[in-house]
């Protein structure tokens, strides 16, 4: 439970005495089902219109404690399925949870969805009703839940007929079921749990739909990211599918999963690449971005079989959550109804650009109207491609059909299907969107002729050193961005640098290769209005003070700099050091490391600690703090951010 902090020099008292200490801390992670609607009134919108509502909900179907052989990190999802009702009660002393399938907002039986509140088809425990979908045996179906906070692991769906669940409380519970006995309790749980998973759900499969799991953008159903869904066998040999965004440092730090960019396979539109960068930072960042710990932006969509052995009716759907980085679980349930029909899957039509390549992103869109196209054409008369084809190794975006469609390639193979670019624009192979037809050369399928010198790897420049693009072993991989105004690209240091600092020639020289692994799509350091690291020679300016970014951890809740300044807190030295920016305190800490103490996955380090960690390593560091601006800017000191 969140606390209520009066007394704001208290509770920085308190903070520091963490902080001397190096506490561990917990942070109760919450998750709810949003599409279905679910029978506790979680649907896409609640994570965005109240926090509190949201909050509620996302408690509802949660088992505060799970987890293996007497051991706090033998978690949920070490064994996906196998953390029944039993161990719930039996687990601690004193301490009996209810494992339902449709939750029991941490109560008993009489709590539970669908037990006393919520019995009704479509009802909800909050007194409100849906309409729940329908259907069709056989069809692939959207799912999606919601995390208020992240502790990866996975999830799974089952299906129960509505007849049959109501007939396990009414056959094995009293008509008041808070007077149940412990026998009469545990066999309703077998009975609803046994008519769950004999009906779990398969995967649908890109080879069968356009996307199999991709994580949505708030309530914005075209706003979202394709991802590639990764299972583990669980019970009864079932496959879970892994949460496509991991925890903070799950994978850094040798746990099990992806990291993040590893998962993404392309987005909608450009707004869906920069809300998803701004998340879950950019391709160098594994598993640290601002929101790993807590996406609640971003609802994660799966597509389900209905299985054609079911009988016409009503149904519950029930989602469980399997923990890893906690102890924790949870469940929730919708109700659908179930039809024969010839009907399949449809998905529905975003009138919004096609995707767009998680290797190779867009730089621009096209302004909100066209522009008068020029009087002579300079478009080449295009000549359209026989067969759909890949070059060797190349990931990314192809033009087809006279550049009116594209297609995915993945390391030199083609995946997914054609889509059509929108009316009046063609596939823009340098943005790798639809651009304006009139803004596009189209040359049939291969990508322009741009060089890379033999067996380099790296950025090149182009243009005047006022662009670049990405090569891979001698081959070029697309990607060509500009340098912001005031630069030129530097081969030497790989960015965007001042452009006084820059000898650009007709043929740059090559630099030494260094790696035969793929770059990232963007520079490690990615350029902005102005470089982001200060290149050699800068302006004379004073450094930016900036607030940290990574929140304190407060007895488990996570305080930002703004909780921070409406806590009117500034007074307070604590406060001072990691909000120097907001508390007006930047000329004595705008370039020291914050003293609070910080909230990394669920757990308080020091910027010493940090430091301790890699003090036999100091090039790893400074590279950490090159790829997490949020680090950077937490432990200013420690990765010398005054420094030129």
Same mark, same amino acid.
């Given at each position: 439970?969140?606390?209520?902090?009066?007394?704001?020099?208290?509770?920085?008292?308190?903070?520091?005495?963490?902080?001397?200490?190096?506490?561990?801390?917990?942070?109760?992670?919450?998750?709810?089902?949003?599409?279905?609607?679910?029978?506790?009134?979680?649907?896409?919108?609640?994570?965005?219109?109240?926090?509190? /509502?949201?909050?509620? %909900?996302?408690?509802?179907?949660?088992?505060?404690?799970?987890?293996? /052989?007497?051991?706090?990190?033998?978690?949920?999802?070490?064994?996906?399925?196998?953390?029944?009702?039993?161990?719930?009660?039996?687990?601690?002393?004193?301490?009996?949870?209810?494992?339902?399938?449709?939750?029991?907002?941490?109560?008993?039986?009489?709590?539970?969805?669908?037990?006393?509140?919520?019995?009704?088809?479509?009802?909800?425990?909050?007194?409100?009703?849906?309409?729940?979908?329908?259907?069709? @045996?056989?069809?692939?179906?959207?799912?999606?839940? /919601?995390?208020?906070?992240?502790?990866?692991?996975?999830? %799974?769906?089952?299906?129960?007929?509505?007849?049959?669940?109501?007939?396990?409380?009414?056959?094995?519970?009293?008509?008041?079921?808070?007077?149940?006995?412990?026998?009469?309790?545990?066999?309703?749980?077998?009975?609803?749990?046994?008519?769950?998973?004999?009906?779990?759900?398969?995967?649908?499969?890109?080879?069968?739909?356009?996307?199999?799991? @991709?994580?949505?953008?708030?309530?914005?159903?075209?706003?979202?990211?394709?991802?590639?869904?990764?299972?583990?066998?669980?019970?009864?040999?079932?496959?879970?599918?892994?949460?496509?965004?991991?925890?903070?440092?799950?994978?850094?730090?040798?746990?099990?999963?992806?990291?993040?960019?590893?998962?993404?396979?392309?987005? =909608?539109?450009?707004?869906?690449?920069?809300?998803?960068?701004?998340?879950?930072?950019?391709?160098?960042?594994?598993?640290?971005?601002? !929101?790993?710990?807590?996406?609640?932006?971003?609802?994660?969509?799966?597509?389900?079989?209905?299985?054609?052995?079911?009988?016409?009716?009503?149904?519950?759907?029930?989602?469980?959550?399997?923990?890893?980085?906690?102890?924790?679980?949870?469940?929730?349930?919708?109700?659908?109804?179930?039809?024969?029909?010839?009907?399949?899957?449809? &998905?529905?039509?975003?009138?919004?650009?096609?995707?767009?390549?998680?290797?190779?992103?867009?730089?621009?869109?096209?302004?909100?109207?066209?522009?008068?196209?020029?009087?002579?054409?300079?478009?080449?008369?295009?000549?359209?491609?026989?067969?759909?084809?890949?070059?060797?190794?190349?990931?990314?975006?192809?033009?087809?059909?006279?550049?009116?469609?594209?297609?995915?390639?993945?390391?030199?193979?083609?995946?997914?299907?054609?889509? !059509?670019?929108?009316?009046?624009?063609?596939? &823009?192979?340098?943005?790798?969107?639809?651009?304006?037809?009139?803004?596009?050369?189209?040359?049939?399928?291969?990508?322009?002729?741009?060089?890379?010198?033999?067996?380099?790897?790296?950025?090149? =420049?182009?243009?005047?050193?006022?662009?670049?693009?990405?090569?891979?072993?001698?081959?070029?991989?697309?990607?060509?961005?500009?340098?912001? &105004?005031?630069?030129?690209?530097?081969?030497?240091?790989?960015?965007?640098?001042?452009?006084?600092?820059?000898?650009?020639?007709?043929?740059?020289?090559?630099?030494?290769?260094?790696?035969?692994?793929?770059?990232?799509?963007?520079?490690?350091?990615?350029?902005?209005?102005?470089?982001?690291?200060?290149?050699?020679?800068?302006?004379?300016?004073?450094?930016?003070?900036?607030?940290?970014?990574?929140?304190?951890?407060?007895?488990?809740?996570?305080?930002?700099?703004?909780?921070?300044?409406?806590?009117?807190?500034? !007074?307070?030295?604590?406060?001072?050091?990691?909000?120097?920016?907001?508390?007006?305190?930047?000329?004595?800490?705008?370039?020291?490391?914050?003293?609070?103490?910080?909230?990394?996955?669920?757990?308080?380090?020091?910027?010493?600690?940090?430091?301790?960690?890699? @003090?036999?390593?100091?090039?790893?560091?400074?590279?950490?703090?090159?790829?997490?601006?949020?680090?950077?800017?937490?432990?200013?000191?420690?990765?010398?951010?005054?420094?030129?």
């Amino acid at each position: 439970m969140r606390r209520t902090i009066t007394n704001a020099n208290t509770r920085f008292l308190e903070l520091q005495l963490i902080f001397i200490s190096i506490v561990t801390v917990s942070i109760n992670g919450h998750g709810l089902l949003t599409y279905p609607p679910s029978k506790n009134g979680g649907n896409l919108s609640i994570p965005f219109e109240s926090s509190t /509502n949201h909050f509620a %909900i996302a408690s509802y179907g949660i088992i505060d404690k799970a987890f293996f /052989n007497n051991d706090h990190s033998e978690t949920p999802w070490k064994q996906p399925g196998n953390f029944s009702h039993e161990l719930a009660r039996d687990l601690i002393s004193g301490y009996s949870q209810t494992l339902h399938p449709c939750g029991c907002n941490a109560g008993g039986i009489e709590n539970c969805a669908g037990v006393i509140d919520a019995t009704g088809f479509g009802e909800t425990t909050r007194g409100t009703t849906v309409a729940p979908p329908t259907w069709a @045996k056989g069809s692939h179906q959207e799912t999606a839940w /919601n995390a208020w906070v992240n502790h990866a692991g996975g999830h %799974i769906y089952m299906m129960c007929k509505k007849t049959d669940f109501d007939s396990c409380r009414d056959t094995e519970l009293p008509a008041n079921p808070a007077l149940a006995t412990q026998d009469e309790k545990d066999s309703y749980l077998d009975c609803v749990w046994t008519c769950f998973e004999s009906h779990t759900l398969e995967w649908a499969s890109t080879d069968d739909d356009l996307w199999a799991q @991709k994580v949505q953008f708030q309530n914005e159903n075209c706003t979202y990211v394709t991802m590639t869904p990764e299972t583990k066998v669980g019970k009864d040999g079932h496959l879970w599918r892994y949460t496509p965004i991991p925890d903070s440092l799950q994978v850094t730090n040798g746990g099990e999963g992806k990291c993040t960019w590893d998962s993404a396979v392309s987005f =909608s539109n450009v707004k869906a690449r920069e809300e998803f960068i701004a998340s879950f930072g950019d391709e160098d960042v594994c598993d640290y971005g601002i !929101d790993h710990h807590a996406p609640s932006d971003w609802h994660v969509f799966d597509k389900v079989v209905v299985p054609a052995d079911l009988d016409d009716g009503e149904y519950l759907l029930s989602w469980r959550w399997d923990a890893y980085m906690a102890d924790q679980m949870w469940t929730g349930c919708a109700d659908v109804t179930v039809v024969s029909s010839e009907e399949t899957y449809n &998905d529905d039509e975003c009138p919004t650009q096609p995707p767009i390549s998680s290797s190779a992103a867009p730089t621009s869109t096209p302004d909100s109207s066209p522009v008068t196209p020029p009087s002579s054409p300079t478009s080449p008369t295009p000549t359209p491609p026989s067969i759909m084809t890949c070059p060797s190794d190349y990931t990314g975006l192809q033009p087809y059909n006279e550049c009116t469609q594209f297609y995915h390639c993945v390391g030199g193979q083609i995946t997914g299907n054609l889509i !059509d670019c929108p009316a009046e624009t063609l596939f &823009d192979v340098d943005l790798q969107i639809c651009n304006w037809d009139y803004l596009v050369i189209c040359e049939g399928n291969l990508p322009p002729p741009f060089d890379c010198p033999s067996g380099y790897t790296g950025l090149f =420049s182009h243009d005047d050193c006022t662009k670049y693009y990405h090569c891979f072993d001698g081959d070029f991989l697309g990607g060509v961005s500009d340098c912001p &105004d005031g630069t030129l690209f530097n081969v030497d240091v790989q960015y965007c640098d001042w452009d006084y600092n820059v000898i650009c020639e007709t043929s740059p020289p090559m630099p030494t290769p260094t790696s035969s692994v793929a770059p990232t799509h963007t520079p490690s350091v990615s350029p902005t209005s102005s470089p982001t690291l200060s290149p050699t020679s800068s302006p004379a300016a004073s450094p930016i003070c900036e607030d940290a970014r990574i929140p304190i951890n407060y007895l488990g809740i996570e305080l930002s700099c703004a909780s921070i300044i409406i806590l009117d807190a500034c !007074d307070v030295e604590v406060a001072q050091s990691h909000c120097p920016n907001s508390c007006n305190a930047c000329p004595q800490y705008g370039c020291e490391d914050t003293i609070a103490p910080l909230s990394i996955m669920g757990r308080t380090y020091s910027c010493e600690d940090i430091q301790n960690r890699f @003090k036999n390593d100091p090039l790893l560091l400074e590279r950490k703090c090159d790829q997490f601006p949020e680090f950077a800017a937490s432990c200013r000191d420690t990765c010398k951010i005054c420094e030129d």
